[in-house]
C-alpha cells in the first residue's frame, strides 16, 4: 500500500557527492524502517543504508562515514547523501520501506560513478 519514488541518481565524478531522495505515498510513514539498497550487475542486492522510527541508523563498512541517511517524516521522505563517491558505488539504488515483515519497493534510481 506504500509507494515509493526515488529520484537524484545520475552520473558523477569519483570524490563527487550525490543526494538521493525518496518519496512516500500513503498514511503511516513515520512507522517504517526506511533503507537504501543497491544493486549493481552481477552481484548481489545489498543494503546501504537504513534509519528507524527513532531514527538509528546503520551503514555497511563500504559506505560509512561517507553516506547519511536522513527522514523527514513531515515530508514523507528519506533521503541518501552520497559523499566521497567510487567507482565501486555505481549501481541502482532502491528505496525500501519496512515493518512487521512487510517490504515496499521503489522503481530505482541509477548512480554511475566515473571519470
Known amino acids: 500500500q506504500v509507494q515509493l519514488v526515488e529520484s537524484g541518481g545520475g552520473l558523477v565524478q569519483p570524490g563527487g557527492s550525490l543526494r538521493l531522495s525518496c518519496a512516500a505515498s500513503g498514511s503511516r510513514f513515520s512507522i517504517y524502517t526506511m533503507g537504501w539498497y543497491r544493486q549493481a550487475p552481477g552481484k548481489q542486492r545489498e543494503l546501504v543504508a537504513r534509519i528507524t522510527r527513532s531514527g538509528s541508523t546503520n551503514y555497511p563498512d563500504s559506505v560509512k562515514g561517507r553516506f547519511t541517511i536522513s527522514r523527514d517524516n513531515a515530508k514523507n521522505t528519506v533521503y541518501l547523501q552520497m559523499n566521497s563517491l567510487k567507482p565501486e558505488d555505481t549501481a541502482v539504488y532502491y528505496c525500501?520501506?519496512?515493518?512487521?515483515?512487510?517490504?515496499?519497493w521503489g522503481q530505482g534510481t541509477q548512480v554511475t560513478v566515473s571519470s
Open positions: 525500501n520501506a519496512h515493518w512487521v515483515g512487510n517490504d515496499y
